[in-house]
């Protein structure tokens, strides 16, 4: 695998790309580290993209956490406008199972509603917030991970422990696209 794309470079492309998709994604955010990409998303209105370095407080469904591993995982987060239809987050775990699926061909299967599983382990979780209108959509995808804290040992896989060398700017790039498609079911 190539250097990886250092995080102060990750705006300018993110940018380019979210261009790209009409009126979903106006703003980007690229932090070095921060609690939460969820509550930065948030206050950031709909049409924002916050991704970061290191997220020291993620979070998953039901009150869990997501653990960060630093430099290895990526987490990010896309504030769009509140939806009604419950089923979402099987609708964007299916999606980024898709796009994702370029990567890892036929290996990735959606275990509902909103986690993603190589080898029956988790791979990737997507979280959705909704208030006042606003649906934050969270995604964790665990991308070059070798190691893990005891309690997620033989839980959780990475891209890389499946055989996928990736940079976290190119997975970022190929999950973005399907979750905004699938949020507005195109």
Request: hydrophobic content about 45%; aromatic content about 4%; overall charge negative.
């Amino acid at each position: 695998m190539a250097a990886p794309v250092p995080l102060h470079a990750w705006a300018d492309r993110l940018e380019a790309m979210c261009a790209t998709m009409p009126d979903a994604l106006h703003a980007v955010r690229v932090v070095a580290e921060i609690d939460s990409t969820q509550d930065l998303a948030r206050s950031c209105g709909a049409g924002t993209l916050v991704t970061t370095g290191r997220q020291r407080a993620g979070r998953g469904q039901r009150g869990n956490e997501w653990a960060d591993t630093g430099e290895e995982g990526l987490a990010f987060s896309v504030c769009l406008a509140a939806t009604d239809r419950p089923e979402q987050s099987l609708v964007l775990a299916k999606a980024l199972s898709e796009a994702l699926g370029s990567l890892l061909p036929g290996r990735i299967v959606v275990k509902p509603p909103n986690d993603l599983l190589v080898d029956g382990r988790k791979l990737a979780g997507v979280l959705i917030e909704q208030a006042d209108g606003l649906a934050v959509i969270g995604i964790g995808i665990n991308v070059g991970q070798r190691t893990w804290p005891e309690e997620l040992e033989g839980h959780a896989i990475s891209l890389a422990e499946a055989g996928v060398e990736v940079d976290r700017l190119v997975v970022l790039e190929t999950a973005l696209p399907a979750v905004v498609a699938a949020w507005w079911g195109d």
